[in-house]
Structures are given as C-alpha cells and as structure tokens.
C-alpha cells in the first residue's frame, strides 16, 4: 500500500545574539573664553543613542552617540550655564552565523556618570553606557500536513504564521525656527532639552507607507527675570510626515510603525532687535516599519496507523506572528522633599523611567510592570542657588489586558510622562506623574507538531483478542484521540459510535470502542 506525506514549510524567527555591550565615556574639556569660569558644578547627564547600524554576514556594526551635557554655574553663582559634547563611537559584534533579512533591536541607556571641575576653566567627566542588542532572524521549518496510506490517522491543530515579511527604514533631517512668546525673556542659554516623537499615524498606499505625526521638543532655559538669574520652560510641537518605499505591501499586511529621535540640535539665534528670541531645532528622526501578512495551515500534531507500527518524529515549532500593541496609562506619586528641603522655587519638574522589566501576570491576562522612575527637577534652594536634584522611586504597576497572554513575551515602553507636583501647607512636595505606555505581547505559538512518519508495513500490531467492540470507561476531560491511540482505532468512530459532540469527555462515563482495521 502506498504511504505518502504532505509537507508545509512554516517560517519561523529564532534568536540569533542576545547580550549587552559596554562602552566607556571619558571628557577632558576646557572651557572656550567666551565661557564664564566655573564656581560650581550642578549636573551632568550622558544621552546614548544608536545613529546607525548593518549587519554583514556574522559581523553586527553599529554607530553610538554620546552626547555629553553637563550644567555648571558661573559668575555669581547662580546663573546655569550648559556644555554640550558629543562623542561617536564605532562598535562591531560577532553574531556567530550570518542569517538572511536580520531584525536589529539596539536600545542604549546611560549607566553610570562621575563628574569634576579641575579648576576653574577645566572639566573632566568619566562614565559609561550599555547597549543592549538582539538580532533575530528567519529559519523554515517543514511540518507534516497531511498523509495517506497505511491506515494512518492524524492529528491536527492550526497554525497560524508570519508568512511574508516585509521592512523599510527612513532617516530625514527636519528643520524649524520657533520664536519665543512676547512675555518670555530672551535666551541666555538652553540648559536642559528632551525631544520626542510622540505616536506616529501610518496609511498604506500600494507598495508605499505614509508615516505622519509630531516632534514635540521640551526645553529649559537660562535667562536674566527681574535683575536676577532665573529658568523658563518652553514646549513646541513640529510636524513631519513620510513616505517609505515598501514594495507589495497593501491592505493584507499588518503593520508596526515606530519613530524615534536620533539627535536634536537647539541653537538660540538673535531676532531683528539682536536679542535672542528665536530657536532654531534641527531633529534627526527615524522611522522604521515592519509589515506581516500571516497565513493558517492545519499542521499534524501526533500520528499513528491502526495496522502498522509507525514511527513518529517531533519537533518544537516556533510560529511567530506581528505582536500585539496595548496603549495603558498608570499613575505614579512619590514625596521628593519636606521642611525646609523644599526648594523656594521650582521651575521644572519631570521623570524619567529606566531599569524597565515586565512579565505576565499569574492570571495570564495581564502584565507586572517593575522598574525605577527618576524624578527630576530644576529649581531655586533657600539660599538662592540653582539645583538640579534627582530622586529615584521605585514602582510596581499591574496592567490589566483582557487578553490571554499565557505563553506570550511582553515588553513595554515608557515616555512621555506629564508631571505635576504639589507643596502641602505642612511643607511637603509632592509629585504625580501620569505616565503612558505601549504594551508589546508577542504572539508566538510554539507547538509540538509532526515532521516524519515512518510506517513498517511488513509487520501488523498484535491485538490481545479478536474482537470487533471494546468497553473503556473514560474519565472527565480525557482526549477522544488518545483513547482512540492506545486501542489503534479511528477516533472519529469512536465519537459517531458513542454520539459525543467533543474531542473531551465531558464527563466519565463508559465507551464503546470499535476496533478497526
């Protein structure tokens, strides 16, 4: 008798580097003459990030971008002043192998951080950053689908997969010169920015994707209010809007749009009176996309032959699909100061999460949230010095999804976080942050499926007895299949005989078994 099977390749994604880089951050800066002398130093942050990166055969190299900002105050003592350095540095890994269409993830953060004046005119800055990289790639893997012959029955589950994948990156340099209101003072100089590129709207126009959204660009800075040194906030939004070059992408593609900053440079230039009111804002921004049409395929998860002894081989079946993406929300407050460490002044107040981990939920409907979030903020203390305090909050946030995630790798990422704070009459500062994030659960349905059969057709199975009915009494929940496997009978025969409705028992009861050649 003729045996045949019917094979389907399923495309699959596998880790191909998983680990962390470091890289060591070192300044000896002195100071150009048109800078005041140093009197005392404030803060000092290194701002990480990836500009660019390719993979050539097993060999990941990549650009870091170090910018290097460190506040200081000058003159009298209390009017801030920012040095701005950058630093580029080129970084390879050895992946081990090389993989076809790789999928980079490079996220960079600043680890550690020590600072001094040498002297009045002299700086010197010592830290390090890390780079956490994974590079995941594809491999096909063949599942038995079908198969024919040697009374052999099958087993099958759905499988529903990332059939076609497609990717596209675009990198544009973006420019606009924003004016201050008539009731802000004149920029002395930019001591503290972050920029950022908010949600990004997407449409998908035949082989093409039009990426649209805002930068929005916060910024602090040094002026002269009332014949004394101060800081004044300012907010703007520019829009940008894309068109990335994704050949066959259409309607049937599921797509992942992600927008980030690369670099933003903040110059204060003079107006017509010569005053500086007008900012000129540069961003370098970086738009990915990632499109996923899947596809379903009945793929056999166990087999046997009623007559034969057979062989069976499995394998673990990795089956990767476009994760899916949650917009929550959660609400944090933390006491940053009391009595008389509650600054006489405060100009500015945000947070910033880092040390981000997540996992499902012991219900598997939602995700645990743990990390540390840094509240910052620029102010006045009681003597009349400006500070730059940080204070580190530890948290715990559970998000309730809806969803099964059972089995699903989550991440999530924070930014953007409104920031508000409140003095008691018993003199305590308060702060309450709201803080958006995305949620990222991805979809990867491993199962045990099929990929060889191989049937002895020279010899049949022995039975205990010649008989045509067998009686079994099942237990509560017990698989029809299996039942049917231990007595090498069809399994669909044994629910027409029996008239049961599910591949479950719904409860125990007694079973007739037919025996069938």
């Not at 259409?250 to 110059?267: F, K, P, Q």
């Not at 990632?290 to 998860?301: F, L, Q, Y």
Request: aromatic share 6%; charged share 25%; with cysteine.
């Amino acid at each position: 008798m003729e045996f045949r099977l019917n094979r389907e390749a399923v495309p699959a994604e596998e880790i191909i580097y998983s680990g962390v880089q470091e890289q060591g951050v070192e300044l000896d800066y002195i100071l150009p003459d048109y800078y005041p002398d140093i009197v005392r130093l404030v803060r000092c942050d290194v701002i990480p990030v990836v500009s660019d990166w390719s993979v050539s055969g097993d060999r990941l190299t990549y650009e870091l971008r170090c910018e290097i900002r460190l506040l200081y105050c000058g003159e009298d003592g209390s009017e801030l002043r920012c040095v701005t350095q950058k630093q580029d540095y080129s970084k390879t890994v050895e992946l081990g192998r090389s993989t076809d269409s790789p999928e980079v993830t490079l996220a960079a953060k600043s680890d550690h951080i020590n600072f001094r004046a040498v002297n009045k005119r002299r700086l010197d800055v010592r830290g390090a950053v890390s780079v956490r990289i994974s590079v995941r790639g594809e491999r096909s893997q063949e599942v038995v689908s079908d198969a024919f012959g040697m009374n052999i029955q099958l087993k099958k589950a759905p499988v529903r997969f990332a059939a076609n994948r497609l990717s596209a990156e675009k990198t544009v340099q973006l420019s606009e010169e924003v004016a201050l209101s008539a009731a802000q003072p004149p920029v002395i100089d930019i001591v503290y920015r972050t920029c950022s590129a908010g949600e990004c709207e997407m449409k998908t126009v035949s082989g093409k994707l039009l990426a649209k959204g805002e930068i929005k660009a916060d910024i602090l800075y040094s002026c002269s209010s009332g014949g004394s040194s101060s800081l004044e906030p300012m907010s703007f939004t520019i829009p940008y809007s894309q068109i990335l070059d994704m050949e066959g992408l259409d309607d049937t593609y599921e797509c992942i749009v992600r927008a980030e900053i690369i670099s933003c440079e903040l110059t204060p230039t003079a107006d017509k009176d010569g005053e500086n009111r007008l900012l000129k804002c540069e961003p370098e921004l970086r738009i990915t996309c990632r499109a996923v049409k899947t596809s379903d395929i009945m793929a056999a998860v166990d087999a046997y032959s009623t007559v034969y002894p057979c062989e069976v081989e499995y394998s673990e079946i990795q089956a990767q699909q476009m994760p899916s993406v949650y917009a929550e929300s959660f609400r944090h407050s933390a006491v940053l100061a009391e009595g008389d460490a509650v600054p006489a002044e405060i100009y500015a107040l945000w947070c910033t999460p880092k040390n981000i981990n997540t996992r499902v939920g012991e219900d598997g409907r939602s995700v645990m949230i743990t990390g540390m979030l840094t509240y910052s903020m620029a102010a006045k203390d009681n003597s009349g010095q400006m500070i730059m305090p940080d204070r580190d909050e530890a948290f715990e946030e559970q998000i309730d999804i809806g969803d099964d995630l059972t089995g699903a790798e989550v991440s999530a990422e924070l930014s953007g976080a409104n920031v508000s704070y409140n003095i008691s009459p018993e003199g305590v500062l308060t702060a309450k942050a709201d803080i958006p994030l995305k949620i990222s659960a991805g979809s990867s349905a491993a199962i045990r499926a099929v990929t060889a059969v191989t049937v002895d057709d020279s010899v049949k199975k022995q039975r205990d007895g010649d008989y045509a009915i067998k009686l079994y009494f099942g237990v509560e929940n017990e698989d029809v299949w299996d039942i049917a496997k231990r007595y090498s009978t069809d399994a669909s025969a044994i629910m027409e005989e029996n008239e049961l409705t599910g591949e479950k028992l719904e409860n125990g009861r007694m079973l007739l078994i037919p025996i069938k050649e």
